[in-house]
């Protein structure tokens, strides 16, 4: 089968390679793809960033079916689909994996980072990460469970973040920063959104999903005006931004990855008393909200989706990916 390959942790140096479709393992399934999303930590690989195990098929934002299982996996999964959680192997025994958070397990091999993803036709997947998408939710819309699950650790770290009394601030309005703003509102906050002139499209999408937008240069921001500010740009202004914003004794979520050391005036951490969390990856818990907002169709992920292209134009999609003119870029490899 083809597959989008990372030769090395050198920037660049990615191809669309012939691989051997694997055969699942003992308690793993084979997954047909149909639809797998560019991450902005794919964006990192390709720029040398971000360190994987190369030589390594990259996806982990992906929908598909079971098309086959390994030994000691029930039969009735074949068919089904699903999307999944992207931990390929964690040790199981160390304190992280024992309360509940593999993400942070020092063993954790990840799919897409450390063993072969979904930019491909198939891919093997653990049966303990696969979740059920119900009828009615579009393959497209199933592929962004997996970024919708890293939100939902990040603005529910430990129990509700976020009530229905909170003014909030998403910087960055890319696809995190899209799911994060309608997460917050599914909460009941009132939600703003700030990104640049540059994402002018993405902001009138947003726009039209009913969110208050503001450009950074043009519309200003009161200091202290915001009870919680979610970080999803990866940018040091961003972030300066949103300490700016935050109130006293406020929270700043960080989602944003920035890819590299920044310069920050972090005293004002200390002087405004703030909450400051983030979130890495996924966890079981935030699979299980995300799987109740995705099957109960709580939010709008269809307009989200920016493009979808057939796995001869992965680059095309890499690089639409890296402008600032979508959301989130899909591979569907059965087009032609």
């Not at 939100?151 to 129990?159: D, I, Q, T």
């Not at 973040?161 to 009941?188: F, K, M, N």
């Not at 909450?275 to 966890?283: E, H, L, Q």
């Not at 799987?291 to 979808?308: C, F, Q, R, T, Y």
């Amino acid at each position: 089968m083809l597959a989008v390959t990372k030769l090395s942790n050198n920037a660049g140096e990615m191809e669309l390679r012939d691989v051997p479709v694997p055969k699942p393992s003992q308690r793993n399934v084979l997954v047909a793809v149909r639809a797998t999303g560019i991450c902005g930590t794919d964006l990192h690989i390709m720029k040398g960033e971000y360190q994987v195990v190369p030589p390594l098929v990259l996806g982990h934002e992906i929908c598909g079916t079971v098309a086959e299982v390994g030994p000691g996996v029930d039969t009735a999964w074949i068919g089904k689909r699903v999307v999944m959680e992207t931990f390929f192997r964690t040790c199981g025994q160390c304190a992280n994996c024992r309360d509940g958070r593999p993400n942070m397990c020092v063993s954790r091999r990840s799919i897409g980072t450390h063993v072969n993803g979904g930019l491909a036709n198939f891919v093997e997947i653990p049966e303990i990460n696969l979740h059920e998408v119900a009828e009615g939710i579009s393959d497209y819309a199933a592929a962004l469970a997996e970024p919708l699950a890293c939100v939902c650790n990040a603005l529910f770290p430990n129990g509700p973040a976020i009530s229905a009394e909170d003014r909030v601030l998403v910087i960055g309005p890319g696809a995190i920063g899209g799911l994060a703003a309608q997460v917050a509102r599914s909460c009941g906050a009132e939600v703003v959104v700030r990104g640049t002139q540059g994402d002018a499209v993405r902001l009138n999408v947003l726009g039209k999903l009913n969110f208050d937008c503001s450009i950074v240069n043009e519309d200003a921001i009161e200091n202290e005006s915001f009870d919680v500010v979610i970080e999803c740009s990866g940018n040091a202004f961003g972030l300066a931004d949103g300490l700016n914003a935050v109130r006293r004794r406020g929270r700043l979520l960080v989602l944003g990855i920035c890819g590299r050391p920044i310069t920050l005036d972090f005293d004002r951490i200390c002087f405004k008393e703030l909450m400051v969390t983030s979130g890495f990856a996924s966890t079981p818990e935030s699979w299980r909200r995300t799987m109740a907002l995705l099957n109960g169709k709580h939010l709008s992920l269809e307009p989200l989706i920016s493009d979808v292209l057939p796995l001869r134009d992965w680059s095309q999609a890499f690089h639409n990916s890296l402008s600032l003119n979508g959301f989130k870029y899909l591979i569907d490899p059965r087009l032609s």
